[in-house]
Each structure stands twice: as C-alpha cells, then as structure tokens.
C-alpha cells in the first residue's frame, strides 16, 4: 500500500475524531447556560434547512416554482404533525401531479 494513502487515512480519522471528542473534554460537566443549551438545541435544525434549502431552488434548472410547490406541499404536511414519510410522499406526490398540468 502506497504510505501516502496510509498517512491521508491516519488524517482523516484524525479531523474527524478530534472535533467529536474535543466537546467532551472540554464541557464534561452539564453545567451549560440555559440560553447556549437553547441555541445548541437548534443547531440540527438550522443544518438541516441550510442543506435542503439549495436543493429546492436547484431541483428543476427550467423552473423555481417546480420546487417551491414541492417545499410547500412537504411544510403543509409537517405543519400537520404528519409522519415524516408521509410529509415525504405528500412532496413527492404532489409534484408527481404537477407535472402533469
């Protein structure tokens, strides 16, 4: 095995153990203030929108509305306490009809 790949593997599980374990050394007591523990709470959340959000725009390169009728459609559902599949396949259904109009 080539050792430039051996040391690129040791790296990469390096940058990636390192920020998962630096937390737990750093704060390992849950002595966190209330308002960092309610912004830490939202942090998934707003990760999540940042990654789908594009995806939304750009899912038909002809039109944004294809993808903002699919966005709407799956806030809809949420919005309903729906389960997360069904808030899934009311999306994907109802650009399956749209794009037959």
Known sequence: MNDNL?????????????????PLVMFHTNN???RVQGILKNVPFAILGALIFPGVLTINPNSVVYGVIGAAAAFIAAWLNLNVIIVVLASILVLYGYTFL
Do not use: A, E, Q, S
């Open 6 to 22: 051996i040391w690129v593997i040791i790296g990469m599980g390096l940058v990636t153990y390192i920020p998962r374990m630096l």
């Open 32 to 34: 966190l203030h209330p």
